[in-house]
C-alpha cells in the first residue's frame, strides 16, 4: 500500500501552483525561470508517469540483442541486423512514442 498523495501528485499540485498563482504574479527573468521550472517539473512528472511503459518498451527492445545493452542494439542495428524484425520495430516505435510524451506532450501524428 502506497501514501496518498504520491509523490507524482504533490510534484503535479507544485508544478500547477507555481503556474497559476505564482508565475501570473512575475514578470521578465523571474517569470521566465519559474515557467522553466515548471516545465523541468511536468518532464519529471511525465517521467514518473510513465516509468513502468518506458522500461518495459526498452526490454523488449534490448531483448533482441545479447548482452542485452543499448550499445549492442545500435551497433546492430547500424549494421543492418534487424532490417526485417517488425516485432523490433514496433518496439522501438513504442519506445520512441512514449520518450517523445515525456519530453515534448501533445498530439502525436500517427502515420497510420
Known amino acids: 500500500m502506497r501514501d496518498r498523495p504520491n509523490g507524482a501528485e504533490l510534484l503535479a499540485v507544485a508544478r500547477r501552483s507555481l503556474l497559476e498563482e505564482v508565475a501570473p504574479a512575475l514578470q521578465g527573468q523571474p517569470r521566465y525561470v519559474t515557467l522553466m521550472v515548471a516545465n523541468a517539473m511536468g518532464i519529471a512528472l511525465r517521467e514518473l508517469e510513465e516509468a513502468e511503459r518506458f522500461e518495459r518498451a526498452q526490454s523488449v527492445a534490448l531483448a533482441h540483442?545479447?548482452?542485452?545493452?543499448?550499445?549492442?542494439?545500435?551497433?546492430?542495428?547500424r549494421a543492418g541486423q534487424h532490417d526485417a524484425d517488425p516485432s523490433l520495430h514496433g518496439a522501438l516505435k513504442d519506445y520512441v512514442e512514449i520518450a517523445a510524451?515525456?519530453?515534448?506532450?501533445g498530439p502525436v501524428a500517427k502515420d497510420g
Request: glycine share 0%.
Open 65 to 77: 540483442v545479447s548482452p542485452n545493452n543499448a550499445a549492442e542494439l545500435v551497433k546492430s542495428l
Open 101 to 105: 510524451t515525456i519530453w515534448k506532450p
